[in-house]
């Protein structure tokens, strides 16, 4: 790489490149001289990479803002490319919606305007043009307020460029930025509040947090700016370089900044209903998402004495840093640690981390990859994030009972491969008390999950070597043990005649009999003397038997001998069957379970309905609460089936670029061949109509080749548009089916809603029917001061002498109700399409109210 980019790239760090120099103004006149040698010869590089610099390191901003002015003295030509080059990105960004350009963008070009690079009233317009944009978007007769999601960026936009040039704004052009403030206030009095309704990350009841009146994050920006503001745009965490060379800037050109537009939002349609209002509602919040939502599970004293807006500017930082280094988690890590701010905020970026990772509906990015960033910054910053990280885990322990179901799961994924990571060390032995908690209270069952992940990542005896601080804790492992095979000839087990037959079909396996042979063989000798359950058993269990030394062994069983068990298993009857040996099989060992299921529904020997139905028997209704194993195997159900339809999705989409493509490949084919063909050509002194035979000929095969390619395409669609459409019916009859299903095992479960309509009330239920004796003191009051208060305030608070006081069966509806709520949140887009069918067939007038509370919610749908 270059040394001017070197030093473009390094400025601001702790680098080689600057010496041992950390003065940004050092790090500024270094560049800028090392530049303004290249800028004669290298000028399109510097402007492209200076570009890329600017939209990928944007906490540097600063820098590349005053480095710019510092051109501008020099060069001005090669400013106004840039600005110009600018206000296209900005369009560019503006029309594809593409939201972390756009907040970018808008920050350097406050920073221009700080460099008197630009002049305040472009910025100003700018401004104005998003803040018009906003409004009309949520009046009521000309815009559009289901897609206030986008209105509210743009205001968010608008505000966030504050802490950057605030200052210069209201000393430059008082009026017209107090203007720009007057018009966001008044938005502010015209959006709807918007509610996290669905997207929090505990499960409060929706009644209690609304009467709370809590500003949502737009309203909480506003209230950050305007204390900046009061506090005279005085901020610690934004650098501000352009000071130091303020007396060389301010004879510098200030630039105008084009015009930019918004793109106009969908119409409103003439008659809006509440499901198209959700509809469009839910695109919105898709393609404008909220950045972040707040866990704030530390106390305040860990806040460093921040101002509201620095916490606000170093999240901004934090985020931009995770967002652009997402595939270089080692350069993710030595940036966060490094952000030009003056003071400590371990705390933040924990917090700012674990949001991400626990954001609904779903991350920015894959788990693993806050998984990874997380143990880097333990390894760069050794003697203060690890206990950070620490403080964040019991933090969130101490609320998981509250804490969303998919937040949990996240959580139970992510500790334990944290963990593997570091030895498995952690000191248990301070969440032994939940040997003390009922089977089903969230504190026991999260170490439970906790440890059977451990030990998929690593083996029995080391986790169990892991807790010898807490020997008690060995009883939540899972069980020790591989498979479990009914036909085993091992020990003393009684050789029955099934036996002998397990012992023939393994032998024909062995000797690579051909699948056809073997069905002949069940027809023949098994079948019609044994029957349909002792034939399922044998060939179910003998082909797990065989297929259990390793995943590849399992695959290459089930792709040999796939049509020798859909022969067996034609129905969904029977395919249920056939998972309970799959179950049974591997009972000692949930993850080569949910693996085999997930195997056999790829190669289509299980419908995802039967996979549902299983889902739903009575075995496994009842550990809905208390295991996650029937979830897990039910997430990777609709997960397979949704994946199906993306990639038909994208495959059809790229089929269809491909038909633009070789139609214009065919028509330019056709019309040289048929110019070739009309030409007049002399042959012995003779007129003759076409041209070189030769060529003609190469000119005919090249059309028809182009024909048949876009006749094949054209085929190759059609069949990918048939599978789709098939695919989208699976989809639809698994959501339906999923739902009835959930409908029917909460209506047999849930209180009357008389004495349960909310999750207060249901979490209640078994406190209410307590008699508790007034003369008694309670538990609270026995317990020593200093010890752990009742060893367990997960559940707000409610406790009894058993440290848990929600009964089994509540617990039980609040677990279910939490998982409807979830694959609700993740899979909205796709219920979205079906939910007139829905309503009809499951949210009828009659359903239970807590049900349909947890479907709304999901679907950030109104209830009214």
């Known amino acids: 790489m270059s040394s001017w980019k070197n030093l473009l790239l390094r400025i601001g760090d702790k680098s080689h490149e ?109 401004f104005e043009t998003l803040l018009s944009s906003a409004a009309t978007t949520v009046d009521e007769e000309k815009g559009n307020p289901s897609w206030q999601a986008c209105a509210d960026f743009y205001i968010t936009c608008i505000l966030s460029c504050l802490p950057w040039g605030g200052a210069e704004l209201v000393e430059q052009v008082p009026e017209e930025i107090e203007r720009v403030m007057v018009g966001v206030e008044a938005y502010l009095s015209i959006r709807r509040h918007a509610s996290d309704r669905g997207l929090s990350f505990f499960e409060d009841d929706d009644e209690a947090k609304n009467g709370l009146g809590e500003k949502d994050f737009l309203e909480d920006l506003w209230s950050r700016i305007q204390d900046l503001s009061n506090n005279g745009w005085k901020l610690d965490s934004v650098p501000r370089p352009h000071l130091s060379f303020e007396a060389q800037l301010v004879s510098g050109k200030s630039h105008e900044f084009g015009p930019i537009s918004c793109p106009e939002q969908p119409h409103s349609p003439s008659t809006l209903s509440g499901i198209t209002h959700g509809k469009q509602r839910h695109e919105a919040e898709l393609k404008y998402p909220q950045r972040i939502r707040r866990l704030n599970i530390f106390p305040a004293s860990k806040a460093e004495d921040l101002q509201p807006i620095d916490w606000f500017i170093v999240e901004e930082y934090l985020l931009d840093v995770l967002f652009f280094f997402n595939g270089c988690r080692k350069e993710c890590a030595a940036f966060m640690v490094g952000l030009p701010v003056p003071f400590r905020y371990e705390y933040l970026m924990a917090e700012t981390i674990f949001s991400q990772l626990l954001l609904l509906p779903q991350p920015p990015f894959r788990p693993m990859y806050y998984t990874l960033v997380i143990i880097d910054l333990c390894k760069a910053l050794p003697g203060a994030f690890p206990a950070v990280v620490a403080g964040a885990v019991r933090a969130l322990f101490e609320k998981i009972a509250d804490l969303d179901m998919e937040c949990r799961t996240r959580l139970i994924l992510w500790f334990s491969h944290h963990l593997s990571n570091f030895q498995f060390i952690w000191p248990w032995e301070e969440w032994a008390y939940v040997l003390d908690l009922p089977k089903w209270a969230p504190q026991r069952v999260f170490v439970q999950e906790v440890l059977e992940r451990e030990v998929r990542l ?391 109210p807590l049900f349909r509370k947890a479907v709304y919610c999901g679907l950030r749908r109104p209830i009214n």
């Open 18 to 126: 600057y010496g041992a120099s950390t003065d940004f103004k050092d790090h500024i006149e270094t560049c800028f001289s090392s530049l303004r040698r290249e800028l004669e010869h290298s000028e399109k590089d510097i402007l492209d990479f200076l570009v890329q610099c600017v939209e990928q390191l944007p906490h540097k901003i600063p820098l590349y803002g005053t480095l710019v002015g510092l051109m501008n003295l020099e060069n001005e030509d090669f400013v106004r490319k840039l600005v110009e080059n600018t206000q296209t990105n900005l369009q560019d960004a503006l029309d594809s919606g593409n939201c972390n350009r756009i907040r970018i963008l808008m920050r350097f070009l406050t920073v221009l305007m700080c460099s008197k690079v630009l002049q305040p009233s472009s910025l100003v317009v700018a």
């Open 458 to 848: 690593s083996y029995w005896d080391k986790v169990k070597q892991s807790v010898e601080n807490a020997p008690g804790l060995e009883e939540l492992l899972p069980p020790k043990g591989g498979p479990n095979f009914r036909f085993s000839v091992d020990g003393d087990t009684e050789r029955t005649e099934q036996h002998a037959l397990s012992v023939d079909l393994s032998n024909m396996v062995k000797g690579r009999a051909a699948a056809r042979e073997i069905i002949s063989w069940i027809e023949e000798s098994l079948f019609p003397v044994h029957g349909l359950e002792v034939t399922l058993k044998v060939v179910l269990q003998t082909f797990l038997d065989i297929g259990s030394k390793s995943f590849t062994h399992l695959i290459t069983v089930l792709e040999r001998y796939g049509q020798v068990i859909a022969k067996i298993c034609p129905d969904q009857d029977k395919q249920v069957m056939l998972i309970d040996e799959v179950g049974y099989y591997w009972k000692n060992n949930a993850q080569m379970a949910a693996i085999a299921i997930d195997r056999m529904m790829g190669y289509r020997l299980i419908s995802n309905l039967a996979i549902v139905r299983w889902v739903f028997s009575p075995e496994n209704i009842e550990q809905f609460h208390t295991s996650d194993h029937p979830w897990e195997v039910l997430r990777n159900t609709v997960s397979k089936t949704y994946n199906r339809i993306s990639d038909l999705r994208k495959e059809i989409s790229s089929l269809q670029n491909g038909i633009v493509s070789t139609e214009e490949a065919a028509t330019k084919a056709k019309a040289e061949l048929e110019a070739a063909e009309a030409k007049l050509t002399l042959v012995d002194g003779e007129p003759v109509l076409g041209e070189n035979p030769m060529r003609l000929n190469r000119l005919k095969m090249r059309a028809e080749k182009a024909k048949e390619e876009e006749v094949s395409i054209r085929e190759s669609l059609e069949a990918k548009e048939a599978l789709l459409a098939r695919a989208i019916d699976e989809n639809e009859a698994l959501f339906v089916a999923l739902y009835k299903n959930f409908s029917n095992v909460l209506t047999e479960r849930l209180p009357d809603a008389s004495r349960a309509g909310t999750l207060w009330e249901l979490k209640s239920v078994r406190a209410d029917s307590m008699s508790v004796d007034l003369e008694e003191p309670s538990a609270m009051e026995v317990d020593n001061e200093n010890e752990r208060q009742q060893k367990s305030q997960s559940n707000g608070g409610r406790t009894s002498s058993d440290g848990y006081n929600i009964g089994e069966k509540e617990q039980w509806c609040l677990s279910t109700l939490g998982y409807v709520k979830a694959f609700s949140r993740q899979y909205a887009s796709e219920i979205w399409l079906y939910i007139e069918k829905l309503d009809a067939e499951v949210l009828t007038e009659n359903v239970h």
